[in-house]
C-alpha cells in the first residue's frame, strides 16, 4: 500500500478527513435470535428423538389408516410437530431475556470522521 501512495503526488496522495458533528447514540444488549433459533431446532430434535424411542407405538397398526409405521417414520412424524415448538419456546425465552435487559442502556458519545481518499 505504502509504494502506491509514494506514486502518487504529494496532493492526491493526503486523504481528505471530515469532522461529523458529536452523536449521542443509545447502546443496548439484544440477544442473537438465530442462536436461539438453532437451540430450538436442537432441542426440538432431541425432544422427538425422545419421544419416539420411549413411546414405542410402531409394533401395532394405525388405527386409523391401519398400517404399521417404522421407528423412523414416527421419528419424523413427530419431529414434525417438535421441531417447531422448540423454536417457540426458545424464540418466547429470547423475548423475555430482551425485555429485561431493556431497561439496561447506556448513552455514548461518538465523533465520526469521513473519509475520502479519492
Excluded at 458529536?22 to 447502546?27: C, G, L, M, S
Excluded at 388405527?63 to 417457540?88: K, M, N, R
Aim: net charge neutral.
Amino acid at each position: 500500500m505504502s509504494g502506491i501512495q509514494d506514486a502518487l503526488p504529494e496532493d492526491e496522495a493526503a486523504a481528505r478527513v471530515t469532522r461529523a458533528p458529536e452523536a449521542t447514540i443509545t447502546i443496548r444488549r439484544s440477544p442473537k435470535y438465530g442462536v436461539f433459533t438453532a437451540l430450538g431446532i436442537a432441542l426440538g430434535i432431541v425432544a422427538a428423538l425422545i419421544l419416539a424411542t420411549v413411546f414405542d407405538g410402531t409394533d401395532s397398526a394405525s388405527p386409523f389408516t391401519q398400517v404399521t409405521y417404522s421407528l423412523t417414520q414416527a421419528f419424523g412424524f413427530i419431529l414434525l410437530w417438535c421441531v417447531p415448538a422448540g423454536i417457540a419456546i426458545m424464540m418466547v425465552v429470547a423475548l423475555i431475556l430482551d425485555r429485561a435487559n431493556a431497561n439496561k442502556v447506556r448513552q455514548a458519545r461518538v465523533h465520526v470522521d469521513l473519509v475520502d481518499e479519492r
